[in-house]
């Protein structure tokens, strides 16, 4: 059975920086993307950066804005997102996510097939 578990949201001041992980079970790294989304409250959630669990290519939109990066232990069954300059605009709750789908750079939400719970990030000034 396929799991996703996010862990590492925190409460944080503005400007720091937070590592969330992604810790897979279910499935063998190698095949699929694993990527990382968020949603505030009221909005749609939105894709922040994925990585091919064979190749190692990664993805960014444009809401990363170099702030952050996504990278994978496959020793560990684990994706993680590395987040700095952290901003009271950015989304409370973050997603991790596995598709086999080939598009999977664009990060639709509906073309991703297994979802984390979430992991709630809150950055305050």
Do not use: H, M
């Given at each position: 059975q396929v799991q996703l578990v996010e862990s590492g949201g925190a409460l944080?001041?503005?400007?720091?920086?937070?590592?969330?992980?992604?810790?897979?079970?279910?499935?063998?790294?190698g095949g699929p993307a694993v990527g990382?989304?968020?949603?505030?409250?009221?909005?749609?959630?939105?894709?922040v950066a994925c990585i091919h669990t064979g190749d190692n290519i990664t993805y960014y939109k444009d809401v990363a804005?170099?702030?952050?990066?996504?990278?994978?232990?496959?020793?560990?069954?684990?994706?993680?997102?590395r987040m700095t300059d952290l901003r009271t605009v950015d989304p409370t709750v973050y997603?991790?996510?596995?598709?086999?789908?080939?598009?999977?750079?664009?990060m639709v939400p509906r073309r991703w097939t297994d979802w984390g719970p979430g992991t709630?990030?809150?950055?305050s000034s």
């Open positions: 944080v001041q503005r400007g720091e920086s937070l590592t969330l992980t992604c810790t897979a079970a279910g499935f063998q790294f990382w989304f968020r949603q505030a409250p009221g909005l749609e959630r939105e894709g804005e170099g702030r952050f990066t996504i990278s994978k232990d496959a020793a560990k069954n684990t994706v993680y997102l997603y991790c996510a596995k598709t086999y789908a080939g598009s999977y750079w664009n709630q990030v809150t950055v």
